[in-house]
Each structure stands twice: as C-alpha cells, then as structure tokens.
C-alpha cells in the first residue's frame, strides 16, 4: 500500500515492485566481498614493501658470491665467513688466479697444533760485535712466536718459535737458545722429492746443484691459493691471561737464517736469539699489530693471508723452503705473538690450540690419479683481483669466528691424498 490510499501493481516478470528495497542476489555478495579483499591485498602489500624498503641491504652480490655466503645475501642480516681469502668456507674449486697458469689439481690440506705455555726463563746470549768483540746480553720472559705463510712448495706451512734454557757452565747464568716446531699439513707430504728420487736428490735453495737429478718424475710444483689460521686460548679459566699481538706482513724477514735448511752453518734453519728477539720487538712497536688478551680469545679467531706478490704467487717452482717463502714472500706472512705472561695459579703462559687450512693448485706426475684430475683455474679480472685483496686488507689481523664458520672444505683431490 503505497502513501495516499494507492495499491502498487505487481512486475509481470516476478521482480519484486518498483519503490520497494530487495536485498542483495547473492551474485553481488560475493562480487562485493572479492573486491574487499581485494583492497584489503593491495593495502598490506604496499604496507609490506614499504618496510621491506625501510630495511638497509648491503651492497650487491654476484651469483658466484650468493652460491658461497648463503642464501640471505643482507650481509645485516647473516654475515658469513670472512670473504674471498677464507680457506675454512670458501670451497677450493672457487679459487681464481689472476693470469694463466695451465691444468692444475687443487689440494686443501688441514693441521692442528697445540702452543704450551711455559715458565718464564731468565738467561743470556752472546752476539759478535764490530771488531770481533763478543757482546753478552740477558732476557727474561717465556714468549711464543708463530709465523704462518702458505706458499712454501713442501708440507711446512708455519712454525713455532720458543726461548729454551740450553743450560751453561756451573755458576753461570743458564744460555738462551731458540726452540722451533714445524707446522706440517700433512695431505701436502707428497709436496717434496717423489717416492723414486730416493737419495740422489739434493735439495739446493740457491741455484746451486751439486748432483743433477736426471729422472723424469721430479719434484711436485705448486702455487698457494688460499691460507687461514685460527686461533683459540684453551687454557683453565683461573689462568687466563696476558695478550696476543698479530701482524700480516708483506715484505720479507730473513730471521737469522738467510740460509734455509740444508745450510752446514744452520742445518734447521733456526734464528737466533738476537734475531727472535728483534723480530718480536718490531711486532711489539709496528701500528698495524692488532692486539687481543686472553680472555677474548677464549672464542676462537681467524686471520687469513693474501698475495703479497702476485707474481711471486704464481710461480710453479721447483724447491721453495719456508725460509725462502718468508724471506721472498708471494702471500703475506701472519705473524702470532703470544707475549710474556706467567699466570698466579701456575706461573706458566697460557696454552692456544692453533689451527690451519691452506689450498694449493699442484702439478702431478703424468699418468698419476691427481694429474688426472687437473683443470685449468679461472683467471679473474684486474678488477677483481683488486677487489678481493683489498676486503681483504682493510680487514684486522685476527676475526672473531661465526658459530657457522666451523665446516671444512673437503674435494677430490685431498680425499685421494689422505686415503
């Protein structure tokens, strides 16, 4: 009944009259609903890009660099490994030169060696002065010293220098001497005169060669390619202590022994006292040492080398001793002094557990399983190149190590070395 008495004539068709209000056909509510969330969609993704663009990146990375670091590639969010020059998580087979060098086998190789602490000794040494004048000095003090470079050509990739007592006459003061403990790889031990040579090679550092070794199967050369070094105080709690000081060099130190091993005059090729002593010193004073106590490296740190020489770090050759790897560099020598310290429990130093892992591209005998598994290494860009060796030097000399950076790159060739 429409307003003044009139009666609203039904539609034909059924629809319901004019005038009156009929609820939504169920069509239009599911229309209506899909276009609010729709809207509602749209809202929380422009609210969802907004934050993501509020959140800071790092700079970009290559897929190369994806594929080694990780999925996330934030370096805010989860930085991993410490770049181009960690042996520890970049994988051998990623290792680039920067020129052609040929077909080569990439080999990793690991050690582990513990440091001990000592007492502190108080003796002297003698030292020839101008004129022939023998000049006696004193010292006391139990420091250590480590010197780690990858690219000598045998299975030497570092040593440990100690002061001992070597004892003295009754009623003098005790002689100083210097201690020195290599740090062997063992997966490298082929890395030297082959099985066949046997006694007729002579090993010469100078050019000189006394017997010529006339076989086919000479020494295996090899190049570095990566070296890390990690270091960790392992020492009881109530002795914790003291201060480690450490230094990435480029230039080359002689340390008392200009002749490697092999010389009449220093058949290990051991430093002196006076050279020990000075070279600790220099450590002590130069402004790049990074210093670091005892107590921080309670959680292990990791340094790593890098070229020094690109040239130098390319040379296949034939017999290159540790000596002459540190006096001639082709990687930069890391340098690790565990500096003077006696504890109140003990009165000793504090012990490190100090580990190693170097990568190398070898030649091997022709026919041989290794040479059959060489590959050309991918040779990078200038650009590069300069890219990964200066990430790498801005970096300090010792990291403290992620809870993720605890793996070892394993391959091929080290599996066939090691069985």
Known sequence: MAPGGR????????????????????????????????????LGQLLLGAGLRSIPKGPPKKKQELFTSGALKSTQFAPRGHGYYD???????????????????VVCGYSTDTV????????????????????????????????????????????IHTLVSSGGAAGDAAALDVRTTDIVVSQFSEFGPTQTNGTEYVAHYDGDKDIVNTLPTRRIESIPLRGSLRIRNITEALSVGGVVRTLRYNGGVSFGADSPSGNADNPAGVPTVQAYLSVCNMIRDAPRTKVHSGHEL???????????????????????????????????????????F?????????????????????????????????????VKSAAEADAHLQAEQVKPPLSVVGREGLSMPRNGAQLALTQ
């Open 116 to 159: 001990a602490g000592s007492a502190p000794l108080t003796g002297t040494w003698t030292t020839l002065a101008s004129g022939g004048i023998e000049v006696t000095s004193s010292h006391t003090g139990n420091s250590t010293l480590i010197e780690f470079n990858p690219g000598s050509s045998d299975s030497i990739v570092g040593r």
């Open 342 to 378: 006696a504890a109140s429990t003990n009165l000793h130093n504090n012990t490190y557990e100090v580990n190693v892992m170097v990568q190398r591209a070898a030649r091997f005998q022709m026919g041989s399983l290794l040479h059959g598994m060489a590959r050309s290494l991918k």
């Open 298 to 340: 309670r959680e292990m740190h990791q340094s790593n080398t890098y070229p020094a020489d690109f040239i130098r770090s390319m040379e296949f050759c034939e017999d290159r001793s540790f000596p002459e790897c540190v006096r001639r560099p082709g990687y930069c020598t890391l340098f690790v002094l565990i500096d003077d």
């Open 7 to 42: 009666r609203l004539k039904s539609s034909p068709s059924g629809n319901p009259p004019q005038g009156s209000r009929a609820p939504p056909a169920q069509l239009s509510r599911a229309q209506q609903s899909a276009r609010d969330k729709q809207q509602a969609g749209l």
């Open 87 to 105: 042996a520890y998580v970049q994988r051998p087979e990623s290792a680039t030169v920067s020129a052609t060098t040929g077909p080569a086998t």
